[in-house]
């Protein structure tokens, strides 16, 4: 067990005799006893002292942002870094590398693990290596270092299997065939998390889902869809157009990742749980993306082409790529995995994360849009 456990304070905050810490406002008995008068006012809470694994992402810089602005201390892991920010230490390494891993979770209280590599790779192996052996190793360092809460992300596409999926709850199935090699990782490494979670241990785990996360910053969905226009692909509609899918802001994902850590207690509901995350405002896949189109000056999809041939197509083409990759590299636009994401129903209830953590969308989905757009301005038309 991790240096310094002690016992499970009857708030639900776990206390620590290494650098215990009370406010005047969460004061048991059990709190007072083990209190360093000392520290007591002047110490950052050891509850506010986090690590973010993948900190240098889109999602994990954005999370970093909002930590540091809400006064927690922040140590990023990732395999690069990307920027700067004062108050902010970094932690260069590969998460599979456990001695690596034990110095940024240092008197670490809460991690935040979003690293995962890209899900457009289509490399088996890495995906394998570094979400689920990496993700043991996350574990196993957590545990190592005495860390207390461990707030994965996962991803809501755990239970899409390419069909429709309408208003969907946490308690659908996982997928029993995933759409691909990262959404199959993706499920191994959300069971690895919440079957690690353990209040005997004072260990507790929990599992945000986000959906189609969008925003400033963001390295896919904005930058394919507008490499895609550019390419004079982006004039069909697959389907009829009338599909719902959730697409989420970041700060809404990153305001359910903090709720989750901060709600997160032995006597809580959350802990070994899965969350739904979006921004409860279900939209037509291709109302969404004309938006962002239109937005940045290039025009909407018009035409209509039916879902199953499209996907046929698209199927047909990923098996030539695959056939052919010892000779040349082709990577298709249309994966027979976009074209699912694109052609189906897929949105989830986040009834759940607001009943148990009081969520709710801090963005509607109109302002999002128009903030996304303008944090592009380098992809606008003609630029
Ligand atoms: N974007 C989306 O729509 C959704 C994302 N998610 C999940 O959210 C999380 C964050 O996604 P997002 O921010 O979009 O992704 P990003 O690729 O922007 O961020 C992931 C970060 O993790 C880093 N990383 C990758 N491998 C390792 C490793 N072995 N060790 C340390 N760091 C590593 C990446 O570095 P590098 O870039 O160099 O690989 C990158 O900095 C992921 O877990 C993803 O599965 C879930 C649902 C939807
Ligand atoms: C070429 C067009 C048909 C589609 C362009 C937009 C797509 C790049 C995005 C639309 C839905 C997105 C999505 C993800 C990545 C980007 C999209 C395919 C994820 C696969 C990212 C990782 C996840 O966990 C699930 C996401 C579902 C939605």
């Known amino acids: 067990m991790g240096i310094g456990f002690s016992a499970l304070c009857p708030y639900g905050s776990v206390c620590f005799l290494r650098d215990h810490y009370c406010s005047a406002r969460v004061s048991s008995d059990c709190c007072k006893e083990r209190r360093d008068p000392h520290m007591a006012t002047r110490v950052r809470p050891s509850s506010k002292r986090c690590a973010i694994i993948g900190g240098s992402g889109f999602l994990g810089?954005?999370?970093v942002e909002r930590l540091v602005d809400k006064g927690y201390t922040v140590n990023v892991f990732d395999i690069r870094q990307a920027y700067e920010l004062p108050g902010v230490t970094f932690h260069q390494g590969d998460?599979?590398?456990?001695?690596?891993?034990?110095?940024?979770l240092k008197e670490v209280s809460v991690v935040f693990h979003c690293?995962?590599?890209?899900?457009?790779?289509?490399?088996r192996a890495l995906f394998q290596r570094v979400n689920i052996d990496g993700t043991r190793t996350v574990i196993q360092a957590c545990h190592e270092a005495g860390v207390q809460k461990l707030i994965l992300t996962s991803s809501?596409?755990?239970?899409?299997?390419?069909?429709?999926?309408?208003?969907?709850?946490?308690?659908?199935?996982?997928?029993?065939?995933?759409i691909d090699y990262y959404t199959e990782t993706k499920i191994q490494q959300e069971k690895l998390v919440l079957e690690?979670?353990?209040?005997?241990?004072?260990?507790?785990?929990?599992?945000?889902r986000p959906h189609g996360i969008f925003g400033p910053r963001d390295p896919q969905l904005v930058p394919?869809?507008?490499?895609?226009?550019?390419?004079?692909?982006?004039?069909f509609i697959i389907g009829d157009g009338s599909n719902l899918v959730d697409f989420t802001y970041v700060e809404n994902v990153v305001h359910g990742h903090i709720l989750a850590a901060e709600h997160l207690k032995a006597d809580s509901p959350l802990c070994g749980q899965a969350y739904h995350i979006t921004n409860d405002e279900p939209v037509r896949f291709w109302d969404f993306m004309s938006q962002i189109l239109v937005g940045l000056g290039y025009s909407a999809p018009r035409y209509h082409l039916p879902y199953t041939l499209v996907y046929g197509i698209a199927l047909l083409l990923w098996l030539i790529a695959v056939l052919l990759?010892?000779?040349?590299?082709?990577?298709p636009t249309f994966t027979p995995m976009r074209v699912a994401l694109a052609g189906t129903h897929h949105y989830y209830s986040c009834a759940r994360a607001?009943?148990?953590?009081?969520?709710?969308?801090?963005?509607?989905?109109?302002?999002?849009i128009v903030r996304t757009v303008e944090s592009y301005p380098h992809l606008r038309k003609g630029k």
């Open 61 to 63: 810089r954005h999370l």
């Open 95 to 104: 998460l599979c590398d456990r001695q690596a891993l034990l110095v940024a």
């Open 115 to 123: 690293a995962s590599p890209a899900p457009a790779s289509d490399d």
């Open 156 to 178: 809501a596409s755990v239970v899409f299997e390419g069909t429709d999926i309408k208003n969907g709850r946490e308690d659908l199935p996982y997928a029993k065939k995933p």
């Open 196 to 208: 690690a979670c353990s209040k005997d241990k004072g260990f507790l785990t929990v599992a945000i």
């Open 224 to 235: 394919i869809l507008v490499d895609t226009a550019r390419r004079g692909k982006m004039k």
């Open 325 to 331: 990759r010892p000779l040349i590299r082709i990577k």
């Open 354 to 368: 607001k009943k148990d953590m009081g969520y709710q969308p801090l963005v509607p989905l109109r302002e999002a």
